[in-house]
């Protein structure tokens, strides 16, 4: 299995960004997949989940009404679309396989995609 983050990028305090996670190597439509991040000297947490088919959602409080996860099976792509992203945002991003796991495979990390909110 391979996980390819994109997307990340230097953003301004209330603007948006979307990232892609690009899977290869399994049957992508039978599993969830879920977006992590991990802030400088911070564990790694979760930030969203979605489901196979995509019509079970999941987000950490500190998201909700700011993120949305979303998925094309045909492409064998999660999306994570970022809307008021605040400083405290700031980390990089992963994706893996599995919904809301809090210990995913560890040879499913991508390289992740860094996101940095500053003015």
């Known amino acids: 299995v391979q996980l390819v983050e994109s997307g990340g990028g230097l953003v301004q305090p209330g603007g948006s960004l979307r990232l892609s996670c690009q899977a290869s190597g399994l049957t992508f439509s039978t599993y969830s997949m879920s977006w992590y991040r991990q802030a400088s000297g911070k564990e790694r947490e979760l930030v969203a989940a979605i489901s196979s088919g995509g019509g079970t959602t999941k987000y950490v409080d500190s998201v909700k009404g700011r993120f949305t996860i979303s998925r094309e099976n045909s492409k064998s792509t999660v999306f994570l679309q970022m809307n008021s992203l605040k400083p405290e945002d700031t980390a990089v991003y992963y994706c893996?396989?599995?919904?809301?796991?809090?210990?995913?495979?560890?040879?499913?990390w991508g390289q992740g995609t860094q996101v940095t909110v500053s003015s």
């Open positions: 893996n396989v599995g919904f809301w796991l809090v210990r995913p495979r560890s040879n499913y």
